[in-house]
């Protein structure tokens, strides 16, 4: 049973536009959510997060909203650059900042960011 | 600062055999952990550790040990290689409240 979802396993945008990758989930318990970017034979590199008391989160380029009605989150990254092309993940996790160690990954999503 | 430091990159193991995926931090992080990362399936979570002497079971714990004797180290056993267990490992650690976890680069294991 997969709790944390992404059912897009590619997406393709023009350079200069905004990407939204998008992210289900089932558990309503999840209190904590992080978004990672994973480059080919490199490990997931952390990108931003968001707690459950919070509708959206801002660092630069990439901002994560969250709809806890919904179980939906999505990460908006404007412009897109070359550089954003990797693979994406989105992670879920209980009581997380009390120190549970179970992230929950979502199957991951391949942006290319075309020229 | 190293960060998170994996080896080996590579390993190519006979069903049967055994071997230690290394992991190393100097972060001083006191949560440790192993995921694999299979096609279609995302990472799922092997073993964890919230400090030294204390592990725990993760997702899909069957075939693998951990130990944790200091902060720095968390090697990852193969009992008894197998072809499931062929993945990619990532080990991770993070210090505590919110903090993001922070991934090594990776062991690529193929079991013949």
């Known amino acids: 049973d997969q709790q944390v979802k992404q059912n897009s396993p590619s997406l393709s945008v023009q350079e200069g536009r905004i990407s939204i990758l998008n992210c289900d989930y089932t558990?309503?318990?999840?209190?904590?959510f992080l978004w990672y970017k994973k480059y080919p034979a490199e490990g997931p590199t952390f990108l931003i997060s968001?707690?459950?008391?919070?509708d959206k989160n801002e660092d630069g380029r990439f901002t994560v909203f969250l709809n806890k009605s919904a179980k939906h989150l999505s990460l908006h990254i404007v412009p897109s650059q070359p550089g954003d092309s990797a693979v994406y993940f989105c992670?879920?996790?209980?009581?997380?900042?009390?120190?549970?160690?179970?992230?929950?990954f979502g199957q991951g999503t391949r942006l290319t960011i075309n020229p | 600062n190293a960060g998170v430091t994996q080896t080996p990159k590579f390993q190519v193991l006979k069903t049967g055999q055994s071997m230690t995926l290394q992991c190393a931090q100097d972060?001083?992080?006191?949560?440790m952990s192993w995921y694999r990362q299979d096609p279609g399936m995302g990472l799922r979570l092997i073993h964890y550790?919230?400090?030294?002497?204390?592990?725990d079971q993760g997702e899909v714990p069957n075939g693998y040990n951990v130990s944790r004797s200091t902060t720095e180290d968390f090697p990852l056993r193969l009992l008894s290689a197998a072809p499931s267990q062929t993945s990619v490992y990532f080990c991770?650690?993070?210090?505590?409240?919110?903090?993001?976890?922070?991934f090594g680069n990776g062991t690529r294991l193929t079991v013949t």
């Open positions: 991770a650690s993070r210090r505590g409240g919110n903090s993001p976890l922070h």
């Open positions: 558990n309503s318990m999840f209190d904590y």
């Open positions: 968001i707690s459950s008391i919070k």
């Open positions: 992670a879920a996790s209980e009581s997380y900042a009390q120190g549970a160690q179970k992230l929950v």
């Open positions: 972060m001083n992080h006191e949560y």
């Open positions: 550790s919230v400090g030294a002497g204390i592990t």
